[in-house]
């Protein structure tokens, strides 16, 4: 039965090269899978305060399809904070809720089994990439590492799982009733404890455009991860401290046993002591700085216009 009401959430910023392709591809989607979806059905496209002709194309998609529809944000806030303003869009419009990058490496035709998991009683169907064959080596390497340093740190993540996800109404809801304004949403999903599924799917290389996530972005991302989720980075301070003053005795009784000229084991001993020091305190100061985001308690984004909302 065509019941239902699916509404697909698109983080775009700068993607005026894909989108046309991104646009054909969603549509082609919601009319081949009729079966399962209400026409009611609908995508969301959220530019994130893009640069370039995104959000014209997103309005001419709009004024050429009522299945689609706009919001385009002030300013670029970033991914995460672009993908909860969709979803925010998109309460109590939909029975469900599926997200997908505009770049479109993640496997549309995926989609399908996302439903039909949900229609079995899965309120979280994440996407899962089977392998990462598309990804150079370093990537492949830095990113399962990241995954296994998460769970070493405690926080409960999903391998090899992005934000390529559907999520059911009352799932959705719950997860918009999380406060806190430092997101790391492949983080908070898991806290629902709604029933869960995966569908996994094979990553494809990007045809247009540039990707969103360079180095830069990846590591800022990972360091939002571990400290929004986890606070064992606190507790290994003062265990490093006293491996550190433990390590510098040593150091310290060698030079009294054997002296020699010059700063010598000393000299190296004060720059490790105050490299630990350096290192404990820049890392109190990102918990201090994310505490003084929480509490000001300012808005994730402000929205500068919509189209078919």
């Given at each position: 039965m065509n019941d239902i009401r699916l509404t697909i959430v698109v983080p775009c910023y700068n993607e005026q090269e894909m989108l046309p392709e991104t646009v054909r591809c969603l549509g082609a989607f919601l009319a081949d899978n009729s079966d399962l979806l209400s026409p009611e059905s609908r995508v969301l496209f959220v530019d994130d305060g893009s640069r370039d002709d995104t959000w014209k194309l997103i309005c001419a998609a709009a004024d050429g399809d009522e299945r689609f529809s706009g919001i385009r944000l002030s300013h670029n806030r970033g991914h995460q904070n672009a993908l909860w303003a969709g979803?925010?869009?998109?309460?109590?419009?939909?029975?469900?809720?599926?997200?997908?990058?505009?770049?479109?490496?993640?496997?549309?035709?995926?989609?399908?089994?996302?439903?039909?998991?949900?229609?079995?009683?899965?309120?979280?169907?994440?996407?899962?990439r089977s392998r990462r064959d598309t990804d150079s080596a370093f990537k492949r390497l830095t990113a399962e590492g990241f995954y296994k340093l998460m769970s070493l740190l405690g926080a409960e993540t999903v391998y090899n799982h992005a934000d390529y996800r559907l999520l059911s109404a009352r799932a959705l809801e719950a997860l918009l009733s999380y406060p806190?304004?430092?997101?790391?949403?492949?983080?908070?999903?898991?806290?629902?404890?709604?029933?869960?599924?995966?569908?996994?799917?094979?990553?494809?290389?990007?045809?247009?455009?540039?990707?969103?996530?360079?180095l830069k972005k990846m590591l800022a991302l990972a360091f939002q991860g571990a400290t929004s989720f986890s606070v064992k980075p606190l507790s290994l301070i003062w265990k490093t401290g006293l491996l550190s003053a433990f390590v510098s005795a040593l150091i310290g009784l060698v030079y009294l046993i054997l002296p020699a000229e010059g700063p010598g084991f000393?000299?190296?001993?004060?720059?490790?002591?105050?490299?630990?020091?350096?290192?404990?305190?820049g890392l109190v100061g990102e918990y201090a700085g994310k505490i003084y985001a929480e509490v000001k308690r300012r808005p994730r984004y402000t929205v500068r216009e919509t189209k078919n909302r």
């Open positions: 979803m925010e869009e998109a309460l109590g419009k939909c029975d469900c809720l599926i997200s997908i990058d505009a770049d479109l490496q993640d496997d549309v035709n995926a989609m399908r089994a996302f439903l039909e998991e949900y229609r079995k009683g899965a309120d979280v169907v994440y996407g899962v806190e304004v430092n997101l790391y949403l492949r983080g908070l999903v898991p806290l629902l404890g709604f029933e869960t599924a995966k569908v996994y799917y094979e990553r494809r290389e990007r045809t247009a455009g540039e990707s969103k996530y360079p000393a000299a190296f001993s004060i720059w490790f002591v105050g490299g630990l020091i350096l290192a404990a305190l």
